[in-house]
């Protein structure tokens, strides 16, 4: 029984993933470790098979193959996600948690998550490696991941060096302090290197650390220190 030789370590359950290890210390070694595959190995048409174990009874490995149809892409019902790869391989039951693997280098492009359905169509979303990368320092520990929040929805804005503010949460760490419109050059001091590093520095962060903004407001340079809020609560 697959619940009897392993134990869980952390969890994310804003990101439906959560890591495992045996309990038998001395089977550690049993199986074979992928490699996270970089953010810009990512590709449109990259082909991929998503791996599980539907009877964990007998532990029968299962495979299906397809290709990535979109990276990138935001989701508005799972929000607390950065952005996601959208794969074509048909997911069954028992698929999510398992690993999304470049078919031609072997690597992990994503682990399986939840399945949306528009119009009785299944379109299966895999977290991607590089949010797979940052959370990892903190699932090895035990208990739940909790995920900071800036109360503020971040997109693109006008160039590659900059993010645009859409959106303020009522009382959240923003209010007050970022304005819609406002264009964020650095995060922490770092200059923007996109939505997707932003996104992903913000979902590795804890409920109760500070990040500070810099920009321009109607023109005007501006900086401001937020104190993040957690996930749950919103």
Known sequence: NVSEELET???SKECDIMLLAPKDKARAHY???LKLAPHTAIRHGMRVMSLSILDVGRATPFATYGEVNAYDVAVDDQK???RLVVSSPYLLHGFSGGPLVSV????MVGVNGRTRYDDAVQIPFALPSEAIRALLP???NPGRVHHGSIGAKLEDGPDATTL???GVVAKGPADGKLKNGDLITMIDATPVQS???AELRILASVPGATMRFTGTRDGKPFEVELTLASLDNE
């Not at 031609?104 to 690597?107: L, P, Q, V």
């Open 9 to 11: 370590l952390g969890y």
């Open 31 to 33: 199986g074979r470790p």
């Open 80 to 82: 607390w996600l950065p």
């Open 104 to 107: 031609d280098t072997g690597e």
């Open 138 to 140: 903190r699932l090895v």
């Open 164 to 166: 645009a503010i859409n």
């Open 195 to 197: 939505l997707f590093h």
